[in-house]
């Protein structure tokens, strides 16, 4: 079992920065691959970043790339959004989800673990 807490949301202006963390406990976090995922109002859950197990490997969303760094450090079981230049449209949930398998390499990582999720709340 994997248990993750996110936390670093808030308010921020447009243009401003955030860093998320995601925060695991339990068996070998470090095997797993991991993704950052967000939902705004009344839309669906989307992808937004993934880290292989490793750490060697990222995807990005289009509508991110070249803003967001999605990065890990296994030795604190922790994974990080490094959120810059945001937008009023990257207001939502922000969660982060561990892969359903150790291991495994996806590009986008099949959720078997979720968080609470955390609120990031962009003004303009």
């Known amino acids: 079992q994997v248990q993750l807490v996110e936390s670093g949301g808030g308010l921020v202006q447009a243009g401003g920065s955030l860093k998320l963390s995601c925060a695991a406990s339990?068996?070998?976090?470090?095997?797993?691959?991991v993704g950052w995922f967000r939902q705004a109002p009344g839309k669906e859950r989307e992808f937004v970043a993934a880290i292989s197990w490793g750490g060697s490997t990222t995807t990005y969303a289009d509508s991110v790339k070249g803003r967001f760094t999605i990065s890990r450090d296994n030795a604190k079981n922790t994974v990080y959004l490094q959120m810059n230049s945001l937008k009023p449209e990257d207001t939502a949930v922000y969660f982060c989800?561990?892969?359903?398998?150790?291991?495994?390499?996806?590009?986008?990582?099949?959720?078997?673990?979720w968080g609470q999720g955390t609120q990031v709340t962009v003004s303009s």
């Open positions: 339990g068996r070998a976090f470090s095997s797993y691959a």
């Open positions: 989800a561990a892969d359903k398998e150790p291991y495994r390499r996806p590009t986008i990582p099949a959720p078997g673990y």
